[in-house]
């Protein structure tokens, strides 16, 4: 498989908003939700005091430019409340009445400005992944992109060819809805286009504004967590089939699993109002199940070898801190302590699904790694789907 990789450009959301400002918007939006008495212990449990956002809170939280009475016909109005005996003048205060009371934004509201955010964000880390390469937008020959929250048509992998700008002859890849699975997957994806040409450039933008999800008028716990959860974040890689001077890790093999029936434990829902993330419980048990399947994974890959192989730090998104701690209660008992440590310090400043994996290995680039130290790349997303790639930085 032998592909290269350059140390990831890694772009926060600018806006920081503090978990006490979310649990103060909410318990004043929600006063007698049946969560509300324990919405402190609930936030504090994340672990999360602060995430960045490409749009501040009061973004997701205004109401839309509409009234009550949206695109309603006027004239439909006037005639159903005379009707009913109403006056003019009393239908018209009605009317007036109705027009003052906020609405949701919609989903033109909610979208556009945060779709023109990713755009943004992604051209910056990938100008920014460029730098660190090497190598100037006229080196690509292909670009894969990932971005969940925000679907467009043309694609960020359009907005970035024009944005950069690239070659007319390179080949642009979307992956729209790989979600938290991006990382992984686009790197094992970068690597079979390597493995074929090894002269060939790829560059990987994943950049999402999770923050669109922040639903305020929806009063589950679910959708609190969610609330909690998310930060929005761009990366961008270079991915090259020779070793550069740049390169940080070498890519050896890639694994893919995906469990059948559990297309509807966790996926994302367009409403009126806009994107709204769904989320089962029974998710995180259903992670679990690939988490286990990699390991049978790294166990046959390295069965002529069980005793002294073991990765020396591993790189995971699975979703959630819960999952991370099945990951170290299931690992091999002679595997070293601390492995997770880059993954679990990303989750504190918010899950940020696809452009998570990028992030963790920045981190550990960041720390010093030794060359020679093995690492395993881990990712699950809604599906439920789960990539991983095992390597060795350089």
């Known amino acids: 498989m032998a592909a290269y990789l350059c140390a990831p450009a890694v772009i926060h959301g600018e806006h920081s908003v503090k978990t006490s400002e979310i649990v103060a918007e ?24 602060t995430r960045g956002w490409m749009l501040p809170l009061e973004a997701a939280v205004a109401p839309g430019k509409r009234g009550a009475l949206g695109t309603a016909d006027l004239g439909a109005a006037r005639a159903a409340l005379a009707r009913d005996g109403f006056t003019e003048q009393d239908a018209d205060r009605v009317i ?10 919609t989903v033109q509201e909610r979208t556009a ?3 023109e955010a990713v755009q ?9 992944a460029l730098q660190i390469a090497g190598l100037d937008a006229a080196d690509v020959d292909c670009l894969i992109t990932s971005n969940s929250t925000t679907p467009a048509l043309p694609g960020l992998d359009v907005a970035l060819a024009n944005r950069l700008p690239l070659r007319g002859d390179a080949t642009l890849l979307p992956a729209t809805q790989w979600a938290c699975v991006a990382g992984t997957r686009s790197l094992a994806l970068a690597a079979d286009l390597v493995a074929a040409d090894p002269d060939r450039v790829v560059l990987v933008v994943i950049s999402e504004a999770l923050s669109t999800t922040y639903q305020p008028a929806d009063d589950t716990l679910e959708s609190l967590i969610v609330r909690l959860l998310f930060a929005d974040t761009a990366v961008a890689a270079v991915v090259t089939g020779r070793p550069r001077r740049e390169s940080v890790l070498r890519l050896d093999a890639a694994w893919h699993h995906t469990l059948p029936g559990t297309q509807d434990l966790h996926r994302l829902e367009t409403r009126a109002d806009g994107t709204h993330f769904v989320m089962d419980r029974r998710g995180p048990r259903a992670v679990q199940d690939t988490v286990t399947a990699m390991w049978e994974w790294l166990r046959v ?3 002529d070898d069980p005793a002294s192989w073991h990765p ?9 801190t819960r999952v991370l701690e099945y990951m170290e209660q299931t690992m091999p008992g002679e595997w070293p302590s601390g492995l997770l440590e880059y993954s679990r310090d990303s989750y504190t400043s918010g899950n940020r699904g696809g452009a998570a994996v990028f992030d963790i ?30 390597g060795e930085w350089l």
């Open 120 to 128: 943004s964000y992604g051209e910056r880390a990938a100008r920014g």
């Open 113 to 115: 400005p945060a779709w």
């Open 26 to 49: 909410v318990r004043d939006r929600h006063p007698d939700a049946a969560w509300a008495p324990r919405i402190d212990g609930i936030a504090a449990s994340t672990g999360i005091e």
């Open 96 to 105: 007036a009445a109705l027009g003052a009371v906020p609405a949701p934004q």
């Open 361 to 390: 290995l920045r981190r550990a680039h960041d720390a010093g790694q030794q060359a020679g130290s093995r690492a395993v790349l881990y990712a699950a997303a809604p599906g439920l789907t789960a990539t991983a790639l095992e």
């Open 312 to 320: 020396d730090v591993l790189l995971a998104h699975p979703g959630g």
């Open 301 to 303: 890959r390295y069965e």
